[in-house]
């Protein structure tokens, strides 16, 4: 007669992580895949350090520089706008279009994390990048002579958070709705007309008038303006901010709307 069997020892799965701490992972492979990324530093952080010494050196601001101040309060906003769009719009749509090309954003779907907790840690990421650019240009800002009211430093804060969320819904609309090689090519495109002429480095103010207004309309353009009226003034008119809001809504209802995960 042979020995009973011992009983096998059962071990409870482990519970997962509270999602929270998901969200907080999945922020940080994200920052830290961009910041590891050569092309992605190139445009989010020495392409506009660039610009910001460029604009601060030469005269190409001097018509639009208001009375009692310098080239570099009206090109810090200009360039901290550009970081918004290299971000949250050129840098997201771009990364996330290649993640849907190679099934990253279904498989990551389907896991504890789920599909909020990803986008989530995508917003979580441009957030922390965007402190960085902040940083790094308000240094070399200051090398270059800004010294903005501390007033006008914590209400720039909601103003690019704003602007960081329209970009990003628009980012994801297009990173969502074609494929990765035309999300490349058009996020680039649009990068350098915004930035060349949709009232991010330059006012509005330097195009006709008609094209003026109508730049206005662009969330580049609100966002330029509610930026350096923040800095020059102290806080931004209403129009721009509305403008920011209605492309950040309509931007994420699309996005809700027309993202495929695959």
């Known amino acids: 007669m042979t020995a009973p069997a ?6 409870p799965r482990p519970a997962p992580a509270p999602l929270a701490r998901r969200v907080a992972a999945q922020a940080r492979h994200e920052t830290r895949a961009v910041l590891r990324n050569g092309e992605q530093l190139l445009l989010l952080l020495i392409l506009p350090l660039m610009a910001l010494v460029a604009l601060t050196l030469t005269d190409l601001l001097d018509d639009h520089v208001p009375e009692g101040a310098s080239r570099v309060d009206v090109a810090v906003p200009g360039v901290l706008a550009l970081c918004v769009l290299s971000n949250a719009f ?34 979580l990421a441009i957030v922390a990048v965007l402190v960085v650019q902040y940083v790094l240009v308000a240094g070399l800002g200051a090398a270059l002579g800004w010294r903005p009211d501390a007033a006008a430093v914590l209400v720039s804060v909601p103003v690019l958070l704003l602007g960081a969320a329209a970009f990003t819904g628009l980012g994801l609309l297009l990173a969502g709705t074609v494929r990765a090689e035309a999300t490349l090519a058009v996020t680039n495109l649009v990068w350098v007309l915004l930035a060349a002429v949709g009232g991010t480095l330059f006012p509005s103010t330097t195009l006709p008038g ?53």
Do not use: C, M, N
């Open 6 to 11: 011992q009983p096998t020892a059962v071990h």
């Open 210 to 262: 008609g094209l003026a207004r109508l730049v206005d309309l662009l969330p580049s353009g609100a966002l330029g303006t509610a930026l350096r009226e923040t800095f020059l003034t102290g806080t931004p008119a209403l129009l721009p901010v509305l403008v920011l809001l209605a492309w950040t809504a309509a931007a994420w209802a699309g996005a809700v709307r027309w993202f495929r995960w695959s």
């Open 90 to 123: 050129s840098g997201q749509g771009i990364q996330t279009g290649f993640d849907r090309r190679y099934g990253v954003l279904r498989f990551l779907s389907t896991t504890p994390l789920g599909r909020s907790g990803l986008i989530a840690g995508k917003l």
